[in-house]
């Protein structure tokens, strides 16, 4: 999961003019060093298309070959990208362009209303989303704990597996258990027969 670029941008709201990108961050550490340019400039053409095909108070994701395009736009015209791989979750996404867009306007206020020049504007932020956001789980407390629920549940299969191919069955186990009520026995065996009778192929 990797964050490629971050952009905000001002969209034209009376016309038809392309949307200003005001600043950007981005990592193209994975790019060779003469592909740089040429992926920067895509990058660039398309956070500008698809903010501009994108309502205003809208968020949609557009996915390009091995990228995905997470567009929000605010009501007020301010715009934000963020280019990630294909694995990055939407959510978090949104959730960062929220937060930045947030932070973007409590700082400058309404300064880039009035700006007509591209990457005109200075934001220093902008760079640290980037590096705090390509850890999706460490950014996002949701994330976080979806995942440990994930690595929790993996734990839990791997036991029973390990428990059940040191030859120990489960039958022998609940029929040994005085922690189940004899209640409890009788629905187990009755379920096993239950599930048994069927076979789907």
């Known amino acids: 999961m990797k964050i490629v670029d971050i952009t905000i941008l001002r969209r034209i709201t009376d016309g038809d003019g392309d949307p200003i990108p005001l600043c950007s961050a981005t990592d193209l550490s994975a790019y060779g060093y003469f ?72 700082t400058l206020g309404t300064a880039w209303k009035d700006t007509i020049d591209a990457d005109s504007l200075t934001f220093p932020p902008l760079e640290e989303y980037l590096v705090r956001y390509q850890d999706p789980a460490a950014a996002d407390k949701v994330t976080k704990i979806q995942q440990d629920l994930e690595e929790t549940t993996q734990v839990l299969h791997k036991t029973i597996d390990s428990v059940l191919e040191r030859g120990v069955k489960l039958d022998s186990l609940v029929e040994r258990s005085d922690d189940l009520s004899k209640q409890s026995k009788m629905f187990y065996k009755q379920a096993k027969k239950t599930n048994g009778c069927c076979v789907i192929s």
């Open 35 to 106: 592909q740089r340019q040429g992926v920067k400039e895509m990058i660039t053409f398309f956070t500008k298309t698809f903010s501009k095909r994108t309502e205003l108070g809208q968020r949609q994701s557009v996915t390009h070959e091995s990228y995905v395009v997470h567009s929000y736009v605010r009501s007020d015209g301010l715009a934000g990208c963020v280019t990630t791989d294909l694995e990055y979750p939407s959510r978090v996404a949104f959730v960062l362009l929220t937060q930045l867009l947030d932070e973007f306007t409590s």
